[in-house]
Nanobody, 123 residues
Framework: QLQLVESGGGLVQPGGSLRLSCTTQ????????IGWFRQAPGKEREGVSC????????NYVDSVKGRFTISRDNAKNTVYLQMNSLQPDDTAVYYC????????????????WGQGTQVTVSS
């Protein structure tokens, strides 16, 4: 399986910012759509954002629109999730995943996942 690696999580106060990174040494990420998902204890895994493999088309779940931005740097083989104006409800383990197309409604369609990075938003 494609092994993705997330980084950038941590503890931040409400209103703060974090930038998550997703990369791999297995493949060039530009051949995949990359999605960011999150899961809090007792909750379903939720699609947050995704970016297409070639066109750069992006999708966001309504709750993060205007606050989060997904981007990719092909030279660094890295996909980022810039998270601003963080709130306690954003607390979760964040995962990146690879798929053939950009979508948020079917996590099962993403076959390659990272181990996740913890984001905690608390005063």
């Amino acid at each position: 399986q494609l092994q993705l690696v997330e980084s950038g999580g941590g503890l931040v106060q409400p209103g703060g910012s974090l930038r998550l990174s997703c990369t791999t040494q297995e493949f060039t990420l530009d051949v995949y759509a990359i999605g960011w998902f999150r899961q809090a204890p007792g909750k379903e895994r939720e699609g947050v954002s995704c970016i297409s493999s070639s066109t750069g088309v992006t999708n966001y779940v309504d709750s993060v629109k205007g606050r989060f931005t997904i981007s990719r740097d092909n030279a660094k083989n890295t996909v980022y999730l810039q998270m601003n104006s963080l709130q306690p409800d954003d607390t979760a383990v964040y995962y990146c995943a690879a798929a053939g197309w950009c979508h948020l409604t079917a996590p099962g369609g993403y076959h390659y996942w990272g181990q996740g990075t913890q984001v905690t938003v608390s005063s």
